[in-house]
């Protein structure tokens, strides 16, 4: 049974608008929570994290929201850019991330057009 | 720093045939995972090591797969004997305590048949 899942395998994004990735996850022990994005032929790179005691964090265009009640979170990207199209993973740990491993989402590949 | 390094970047190889595939994780890191990267399964944790020592290696698929780390700096992943089903990309990261976030390495595709 997947704890983490993006249910949207892919979404596609004109240039200069927003993209917005879901994910859902069902343990309630997860309390630190990651995006990472991967490119073809690399292996995922951190983009932004959130821990629990939070609902947003923001780092230039990416915006983590996390909404504990639902137990989902998004990642936001504004304005897009053609250099973001990637697949996306969303991933998440229990204890503060202090122990353990990640677990992640199956990706949601973003294709970002001109 | 190089970041983490994998070797083969691909293997081809016949069923049946022994596989070895090798992490040499960052410098100073104390958490080495090996994970697989499938389309059906997306990303999915085989095991990870503490100081050397594995700590949980339930996602290991079978008997057939079996990982070492004899020291800091190198870990190997073995798959013996191969099948065409364990085809996938197989990717090495490594983190340092007490940070959340792994370091990837680029992975290694695998292509069994």
């Known amino acids: 049974d997947q704890q983490v899942k993006q249910n949207s395998p892919s979404l596609s994004v004109q240039e200069g608008r927003i993209s917005i990735l879901n994910c859902d996850y069902t343990?309630?022990?997860?309390?630190?929570f990651l995006w990472y994005k991967k490119y073809p032929a690399e292996g995922p790179t951190f983009l932004i994290s959130?821990?629990?005691?939070?609902d947003k964090n923001e780092d230039g265009r990416f915006t983590v929201f996390l909404n504990k009640s639902a137990k989902h979170l998004s990642l936001h990207i504004v304005p897009s850019q053609p250099g973001d199209s990637a697949v996306y993973f969303c991933?998440?740990?229990?204890?503060?991330?202090?122990?353990?491993?990640?677990?992640f989402g199956k990706g949601t590949k973003l294709s970002v057009k001109p | 720093d190089a970041g983490v390094i994998q070797s083969p970047r691909h293997e081809v190889t016949e069923m049946g045939q022994e596989v070895t595939l090798r992490c040499k994780p960052i410098?100073?890191?104390?958490?080495l995972f090996w994970y697989r990267q499938t389309m059906m399964r997306g990303l999915e944790l085989l095991i990870y090591?503490?100081?050397?020592?594995?700590?949980?290696d339930s996602g290991m698929p079978e008997d057939r797969f079996s990982a070492k780390m004899p020291n800091a700096s190198f870990s190997t992943l073995k798959i013996q004997p191969s099948e065409p089903r364990d085809s996938a990309v197989y990717f090495c990261?490594?983190?340092?305590?007490?940070?959340?976030?792994?370091?990837f390495g680029s992975g290694t595709r695998l292509t069994v048949v």
């Open positions: 990261a490594s983190r340092r305590t007490p940070s959340y976030g792994y370091t």
């Open positions: 343990n309630s022990m997860f309390d630190y």
């Open positions: 959130i821990s629990s005691i939070k």
């Open positions: 991933a998440a740990t229990p204890y503060g991330g202090s122990q353990g491993n990640l677990i």
């Open positions: 410098s100073g890191h104390d958490y």
């Open positions: 090591f503490n100081n050397n020592v594995p700590i949980d």
